[in-house]
């Protein structure tokens, strides 16, 4: 049997979740504005987040690419397509699996970090320790961490984008004798700068989108150590989830301008 | 009851009319249903060593962390150096909180620094405190107050339990706040380590003349660190006096607490 008070209140804290998340977010900008800025932390930040995800981005990226091509080479062959394999490539990649993958690994890398440090750190004082001695732990740890998600996910999306791209070339090359210049010359040919401006844009986005839910998910971490695991846990659920919606709103709000 | 009344009158006047550097009024905060402080009062003269004791869960630190303003009381007073908690606004209450040391129940070292960089957090915003002196030399005199210069340059994971909370007694004296306040100082320490703490807070004392609140329910802490003790049961100052007035009183609840 289901229980209906057992819905109603799962409805009710989903939304008094969605409240807390907006209030954090209004939060951070209002921080974000007002000095004093903590520089040498947000570049710290932004060494992290690049330095944890590179090398996952541009692995996936790769393989995505290889494997995409490789996939689609028979079909494309069977309508004697396959030059156009370079532009349908491009496109994809860039408009919609490059953003949503690069995206969805930061949010396991990334979100899960956050929310684990910063969820240690709040079960063991430190964030206490930091208010007291002077310091906003607001700006110096969830300001700082936003803001280099924010900066640091479209580059990881345009890094795992080229490597994608690449892997898709070295599949074409082999197998179609097609050569580098004509391969990525169809590619820039086929992108425009209506592709590019709307990924980057969303990229953005997903940078914020997981920023701030790590950060809110370990800034207000309780019960100990299991809260911990908690927090990286459902950092990682509600920063996916929230990824696809925000994708979703991104490829509608992007139709309605192509219809213009 | 009876033991909550005699201390009132010490507490009126004050031991040789030092100066009130803490006074907390009617403290009352509760979490839902649970009232954990109920009516709570405590002074703090200056240069003494005040303990307060209570059980496990009733409230200690809660009552430090609306001292420092970490946590917001439901209604009552708290008055430190001469100024009312609640009326200050964020930079006043973070000018004020540079004349208090805070050491925290689990040494709340920032892990993913180094000692030295622990040491200097609290100098980012306020150096100009200290008159313009080189951060390093702070640092190092700071550390060498606990016995521990040489570990400048390690990662809090690298030491000790007990090594920890020195750095981060060094860390709350940086500053060299007037009033220290300590939570549970011996707290997950063996008994030898906890001993090293509480020379080194009565070092501490001797050297920089500090007022100290602290909060233990640990009785050998208590009894050689102490000039008096307030008992927190129930959410009030149940009884006060010195260590030896109340480890004589018959007062039920207070005997339990010696026993
Ligand atoms: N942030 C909080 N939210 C809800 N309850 C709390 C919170 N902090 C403390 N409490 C409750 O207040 C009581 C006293 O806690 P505390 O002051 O930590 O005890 P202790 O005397 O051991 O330091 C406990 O029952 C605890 O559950
Ligand atoms: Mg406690």
């Known amino acids: 049997m289901v229980n209906l008070g057992d819905i109603r209140d799962r409805v009710f804290s989903f939304f008094e979740e969605v409240g ?100 240690s750190m ?10 007291v001695s002077g310091t906003n732990p607001f700006k110096y740890l969830v300001v700082t961490r936003v803001l280099a998600c924010i900066f640091m996910l479209p580059l990881l999306v345009l890094i795992g984008d080229a490597l994608a791209l690449y892997g898709s070339y070295l599949v074409e090359h082999v197998k179609g004798d097609v050569s580098f210049q004509l391969y990525f010359n169809q590619v820039f040919d086929a992108l425009t700068f209506g592709d590019l401006l709307p990924s980057t844009i969303k990229s953005f986005f997903f940078g914020l989108a997981i920023g701030v839910v790590g950060c809110y998910k370990g800034y207000y971490c309780s019960h100990g150590t299991v809260g911990v695991g908690v927090a990286a846990n459902t950092a990682v659920v509600v920063a996916s989830l929230l990824l696809f919606i925000l994708d979703f709103m991104a490829v509608v709000v992007t139709d309605i301008f192509y219809d213009l | 009851m009876k033991a909550a009344q005699t201390s009132r009158k010490t507490s009126s006047s004050g031991p040789d009319g ?19 402080l109920n009516g709570f009062n405590m002074d703090l003269f200056q240069g003494e060593n005040l303990v307060v004791m209570g059980r496990s869960g009733s409230g200690k630190s809660v009552m430090i962390k609306c001292v420092v303003g970490l946590m917001q009381p439901d209604s009552g007073s708290i008055k430190i150096l001469g100024k009312e908690l609640t009326h200050l606004d964020r930079p006043e209450l973070d000018t004020l909180r540079t004349e208090i040391g805070f050491l925290f129940q689990g040494s709340a070292l920032y892990d993913s620094m180094t000692v030295r960089e622990n040491l200097e957090f609290p100098l980012r915003r306020h150096a100009d405190k200290v008159g313009n002196r080189d951060t390093e030399s702070l640092i190092i005199e700071a550390l060498e107050s606990v016995k521990l210069a040489h570990t400048l340059d390690l990662m809090p994971a690298e030491l000790s339990g007990g090594m920890q909370r020195r750095v981060a007694l060094a860390r709350a004296l940086i500053l060299k706040p007037k009033i220290i306040l300590y939570d549970e100082p011996t707290s997950g320490l063996d008994p030898i380590t906890a001993k090293e703490i509480i020379k080194l807070m009565q070092d501490i004392q001797d050297e920089y003349q500090t007022s100290s609140l602290i909060i233990t329910h640990d009785v050998d802490c208590a009894r050689v660190i102490s000039n008096r003790m307030i008992l927190l049961v129930d959410g009030v100052n149940y009884a006060e006096g010195t260590f030896a007035e109340l480890s004589t009183s018959q007062d039920q609840k207070v005997r339990a607490f010696f026993k």
């Open chain 2, 18 to 36: 030092r100066s009130r550097v803490l006074e907390i009024r009617d403290l009352k905060k509760q979490f839902g249903e649970n009232k954990v």
């Open chain 1, 122 to 131: 709040r079960v063991t004082e430190q964030i206490d320790a930091m208010e």
């Open chain 1, 20 to 119: 807390a998340l907006s209030r954090f977010t209004s939060r951070f900008f209002r921080e974000a504005f007002r000095p004093p800025f903590e520089w040498a932390e947000f570049l710290n930040q932004c060494y992290y987040v690049g330095n944890r995800s590179l090398t996952l981005v541009g692995i996936t990226g790769f393989i995505i690419g290889l494997v995409f091509t490789m996939q689609s080479r028979p079909t494309l062959l069977e309508f004697g397509a396959v030059s156009w394999m370079p532009s349908m490539v491009g496109l994809t990649i860039v408009r919609e699996v490059g953003p949503v993958v690069t995206a969805l690994i930061c949010a396991g890398r990334i979100g899960s970090g956050i929310g684990a440090e910063l969820g």
